[in-house]
């Protein structure tokens, strides 16, 4: 069964470092999206790209965020410098485009920021 | 804006009993889909149910079914014959906006499974 891919699945790192993280979709899924979710908490888009264009980032902290897609395949979202605010799990997702919001998601990747 | 709530942050239900799971939204689209996701702990996050707002009929998955109140705007999630592996964090999402299939989720309810 296809997957999506991430890596790391943890990172710990401290404050003021830079960190990043990887996302391979669903091979032919044209929509992905970077999701972060704080412990006890549901997840909140990050970023979302059609192929390699970003539809969606709102609620992506630019000054320290930043998310491409070049080839409109796999993903990197970069944190610099990290905060202790951004310790929790970052989820990548993936979907056909137009396929009703059914995301396929990823295992995660775990940040701790010390 | 689109908004999720999930009023129920943990239940416990016996083996084989059926739980209900609560969630209500709100959102000024017409056309929308509900959701509810399953997190298994150290887990990937995967589909139980899904419901699309212009259908009157609920959505049913094996053991998981809906009640879908548009009116209310109330969408629960109800698992009959519960299973150990049912034990999961049970996220209500929202997809609206269509054409761009973002999801507002929930909180979360945690559910625990007791032998």
């Known amino acids: 069964e296809a997957e999506v891919a991430q890596s790391p699945r943890y990172k710990i790192t401290e404050k003021s470092q830079a960190v990043a993280f990887w996302c391979d979709p669903i091979?032919?899924?044209?929509?992905l999206y970077w999701y972060r979710q704080i412990l006890g908490q549901g997840p909140e888009l990050l970023v979302q790209f059609q192929d390699e264009s970003v539809v969606d980032d709102s609620q992506l902290p630019k000054d320290r965020f930043s998310a491409e897609r070049l080839k409109g395949v796999d993903s990197t979202l970069k944190i610099q410098p990290a905060e202790l605010g951004d310790s929790a799990m970052y989820l990548c997702?993936?979907?056909?485009?137009?396929?009703?919001?059914?995301?396929?998601f990823g295992a995660g990747s775990r940040l701790t920021v010390l | 804006a689109q908004t999720v709530t999930q009023s129920q942050p943990e239940m416990s239900v016996q083996e084989a009993e059926t739980v209900t799971l609560s969630c209500t939204y709100d959102?000024?689209?017409?056309?929308?889909?509900l959701f509810w996701y399953k997190q298994p702990p150290s887990r990937q996050m995967i589909l139980v149910i899904r419901?699309?707002?212009?259908?009157?009929q609920n959505a049913t998955e094996n053991r998981f079914s809906v009640n879908f109140q548009k009116a209310a705007k109330s969408f629960s999630l109800k698992i009959s014959d519960s299973q150990l592996g049912d034990t999961a964090m049970y996220f209500c999402?929202?997809?609206?906006?269509?054409?761009?299939?973002?999801?507002?989720f929930g909180t979360g309810t945690r559910l625990t499974i007791i032998p």
């Open positions: 091979s032919g899924h044209a929509t």
């Open positions: 959102t000024s689209e017409n056309n929308y889909y």
């Open positions: 997702a993936s979907s056909l485009f137009r396929e009703a919001n059914v995301l396929t």
């Open positions: 419901q699309e707002a212009y259908k009157q």
């Open positions: 999402a929202l997809g609206a906006n269509f054409g761009n299939e973002k999801l507002t």
